[in-house]
């Protein structure tokens, strides 16, 4: 296979993964069960937790691409991730509230019940240390106890 085979092969990887990334954050939250509030940008939305109907974040094409960023401590490669953004987390009775902040922008999410919150950074290029070159490959993913994606958001 020549270089430029392999290289249209990547293309298409890609487009397939952010194609994929770009339809999860646009179908919102899914679920049953009490609610949780999110902020992003001064607007609210309530959101659906609990008994997850989503779909299985192993199964997702971003998996790969995706770091635990919460609860926790933080690994190389999640930090490396969160290039450029700032996150603040707090405890509370049920959880933490984590703060993730971007360029003025901010959204604040709860981790309840033993959820985790990733980032999916699908491309490291133009990340550089306390630098996000463009958010279009990246997004963030709150996975219930059992493995299901319940929200996804972008800042």
Do not use: C, W
């Not at 960023?69 to 049920?94: E, F, R, W």
């Amino acid at each position: 296979m020549n270089s430029m085979q392999k290289l249209v092969i990547y293309g298409v990887i890609v487009v397939i993964v952010l194609l994929g990334l770009a339809a999860l954050l646009f179908m919102g939250p899914r679920g049953h069960g009490s609610s949780n509030t999110i902020t992003i940008q001064g607007s609210t939305t309530s959101l659906a937790r609990g008994n997850s109907t989503g779909p299985l974040f192993s199964s997702e094409s971003y998996y790969p691409y995706s770091y635990l960023i919460a609860p926790g401590n933080l690994s190389q490669q999640s930090k490396s991730a969160l290039d450029g953004y700032t996150m603040t987390v707090s405890q509370t009775p049920a959880g933490e509230n984590v703060t993730i902040s971007l360029s003025g922008r901010s959204v604040v999410t709860s981790l309840v019940n033993g959820e985790k919150l990733y980032i999916v950074e699908t491309s490291f290029g133009d990340d550089a240390p306390g630098f996000e070159g463009s958010t279009a490959d990246d997004g963030f993913v709150v996975v219930d106890q059992n493995g299901y994606v319940v929200n996804t958001f972008a800042v």
